[in-house]
C-alpha cells in the first residue's frame, strides 16, 4: 500500500522559511509525478506544484512561483519543497499526493491524485 | 475564488440520492477529465472518482460521476452517515497550466 508521510510543519514568521519534506514507500517513488498541494483554514484545496519522475520538469502555481521550490531525491524516495518569503496567506496544510495520469510538455489532460500524505501544518504569522 | 464552482451544503436522509455538482468552463472542465475527492473531517482527501467515471478499487459503487460540457456531478446513492464529508471536484485548466479544484462542498446527513 502507498504512504506518503510529510515532516512536521512549523510557525514561521513573515519573510521566513520552512522546507516540507515527503517520505514515499511501498512504491517505484522515480516512475511517479509527485505534488504539492495545500488547504488554508476552512478553504478549499489548492495545487502549489508538481515534479516528473526525474525532477527535470517542474511546475508551480502563480501564487508561490518564485518563492517556492519543488524537488527530489530518488535516491531517498523523498520529495521536498522549499518555502521562502513566507506570507500570511501561504498558512495552510500542505499533502504531498502521488500525480497519475497521463502528462505531456507540462499539461496533464487527464490526471488524479491517487494517494496523499496526512499532511503537515504551515503556519505563518508575526 | 475557486475557480470551478460546487454548491456549499446540500444534505439528504439515509437512504436518500444526491448530486453534487461542479461547474467549469471550455479550458478546464470542457477540455479536460474530472476527478472528485471526499475528505472526511480531520483527515487527507481520498481519490473517489477519476476520468470522470471511474471508481478506484475499494470505493462503493453507490458513488458515481459524470461530465457534460463544461459541468461535472458526484451522485451519491443508498446515502450512508458516514457519507458525511467534504467533497473536491479537480481538472486540469489549459489558461492556468495547472490543476484547479473547486471550493469544496460539504455534505451533511441529516
Known amino acids: 500500500q502507498v504512504q506518503l508521510v510529510e515532516s512536521e510543519g512549523g510557525f514561521v514568521k513573515p519573510g521566513g522559511s520552512l522546507r516540507l519534506s515527503c517520505a514515499a514507500s511501498?512504491?517505484?517513488?522515480?516512475?511517479?509525478?509527485m505534488s504539492w498541494i495545500r488547504q488554508a483554514p476552512g478553504k478549499g484545496l489548492e495545487w502549489v506544484s508538481y515534479i516528473s519522475g526525474r525532477g527535470n520538469t517542474k511546475y508551480y502555481a502563480d501564487s508561490v512561483k518564485g518563492r517556492f521550490t519543488i524537488s527530489r531525491d530518488n535516491a531517498k524516495n523523498a520529495l521536498y519543497l522549499q518555502m521562502n518569503s513566507l506570507r500570511a496567506e501561504d498558512t495552510a496544510v500542505y499533502y504531498c499526493?502521488?500525480?497519475?495520469?497521463?502528462?505531456?510538455?507540462?499539461?496533464?489532460?487527464?490526471?488524479?491524485?491517487?494517494?496523499w500524505g496526512q499532511g503537515a501544518l504551515v503556519t505563518v504569522s508575526s | 475564488q475557486s475557480v470551478l464552482t460546487q454548491p456549499p451544503s446540500p444534505s439528504g436522509t439515509p437512504g436518500q440520492r444526491v448530486t453534487i455538482s461542479c461547474s467549469g468552463s471550455s479550458s478546464n472542465i470542457g477540455s479536460n477529465t474530472v476527478n472528485w475527492y471526499q475528505q472526511l473531517p480531520g483527515t487527507a482527501p481520498k481519490l473517489l472518482i477519476y476520468s470522470n467515471d471511474q471508481r478506484p478499487s475499494g470505493v462503493p459503487d453507490r458513488f458515481s460521476g459524470s461530465k457534460s460540457g463544461t459541468s461535472a456531478s458526484l451522485a451519491i446513492s443508498g446515502l450512508q452517515s458516514e457519507d458525511e464529508a467534504d467533497y473536491h471536484c479537480?481538472?486540469?485548466?489549459?489558461?492556468?497550466?495547472?490543476?484547479?479544484f473547486g471550493g469544496g462542498t460539504k455534505l451533511t446527513v441529516l
Open positions: 479537480a481538472t486540469w485548466d489549459d489558461s492556468l497550466n495547472g490543476p484547479v
Open positions: 511501498e512504491f517505484t517513488f522515480s516512475d511517479y509525478y
Open positions: 499526493a502521488r500525480l497519475l495520469g497521463a502528462c505531456t510538455s507540462g499539461r496533464c489532460s487527464s490526471f488524479w491524485f491517487d494517494s
